[in-house]
């Protein structure tokens, strides 16, 4: 008695192959009428918004779209030596007492006939109003973000209150923060740090629980186990783990700070954000031209010492490709 098998066919598909193309292809299907739809939407949505702006503005704004790059054209000196006479405080020969080239007059006198120029006297305000601010969120969410972890935290309903409260800080930009202590504290640096410092507080603290709720939970249970009360738990068992990550993430924060101190200057947080809007709206090329290249090589400068002492801090292996 002879068996004969049939082997199925290699051309021929069976039913479930058949069945997972045909839902590969719905599902794909399925994705390109949404993002059509999509795409259609924000289409939609940006020419509504152009034709409400065109209406706002008496039906100058479609008129006026083509010399929206016009401002360029001031922005060019006529003596690009100006830059770096603006820059450094340096007499112009294109003086003629007006505030345009009138750069000698922002000296900062330090000792006899050395000075600091203005512009970097202003940058250095900036930047210090970033330092303060960041020290004073990371010094306030170090210990908040420890209450705020669940597997850390001494109570629940504490716990609760302490996001709750960090979420309150981070919810509104720190413009907004700094015109409200603007109307209490007046105009400058101090108004700029209590904004910034309270918004970086809770930024920092949401960053700093996150890697707090994720830490290797033995060394804890061994101080527990010995008697170990709750701070000596978090300062000989779960600081040292986290310390580095909360140093990298604070030294992002400064970069950040940087940026925001310079926004909330040109609102009268006082810096180098204040007389760059000033040297804009004047339509003051040379002295715009300046701020903006000091502005640019100081952020360049404090994002690369930043990447440098973050790498320092958490390890070459934390910025590799599957590390």
């Known amino acids: 008695m002879t068996l004969s098998v049939t082997a199925p066919s290699l051309t021929t598909p069976s039913a479930a192959t058949r069945q997972m193309a045909d839902a590969w292809r719905r599902q794909t299907s399925l994705r390109r009428f949404y993002t059509v739809l999509g795409v259609g939407l924000l289409l939609v949505a940006m020419f509504a918004s152009m034709w409400f702006a065109d209406e706002a503005n008496a039906g100058h704004f479609f008129d006026r779209l083509p010399h929206i790059l016009d401002f360029l054209s001031w922005l060019i000196p006529k003596d690009w030596n100006d830059v770096w006479r603006a820059l450094f405080d340096v007499a112009s020969p294109h003086d003629t007492g007006t505030q345009e080239f009138n750069f000698p007059l922002g000296r900062v006198y330090v000792w006899g006939g050395f000075y600091i120029p203005e512009y970097f006297e202003l940058m250095i305000t900036t930047v210090n109003v970033a330092l303060v601010s960041t020290f004073v969120g990371f010094v306030f969410a170090v210990p908040f973000s420890f209450?705020?972890?669940?597997?850390?935290?001494?109570?629940?309903?504490l716990r609760l209150v302490v996001k709750r409260f960090m979420e309150l800080l981070r919810a509104f930009p720190e413009i907004v923060i700094a015109g409200l202590f603007a109307a209490i504290v007046s105009t400058g640096p101090i108004a700029a740090i209590i904004a910034i410092g309270l918004h970086s507080i809770g930024a920092l603290g949401k960053l700093f629980y996150e890697i707090n709720e994720n830490i290797d939970m033995r060394a804890e249970e061994g101080l527990r186990a010995v008697g170990g009360n709750w701070f000596e738990r978090v300062r000989f068992a779960d600081l040292p783990q986290v310390l580095p990550n909360f140093m990298s993430y604070t030294l992002l924060r400064v970069e950040i700070n940087v940026r925001a101190s310079t926004i909330i200057g040109a609102v009268g947080g006082g810096g180098i954000g204040e007389e760059l809007k000033?040297?804009?709206?004047?339509?003051?090329?040379?002295?715009?031209?300046?701020?903006?290249?000091?502005l640019f090589t100081t952020i360049f400068i404090i994002d690369?010492?930043?990447a440098w002492l973050r790498r320092k801090l958490v390890g070459e292996q934390a910025f590799m490709m599957g590390a």
Do not use: D, E, W, Y
């Open 304 to 306: 690369q010492f930043s």
């Open 147 to 157: 209450i705020a972890a669940r597997n850390l935290t001494p109570h629940p309903a």
């Open 278 to 294: 000033l040297s804009i709206s004047r339509g003051f090329g040379a002295k715009t031209l300046a701020l903006v290249l000091l």
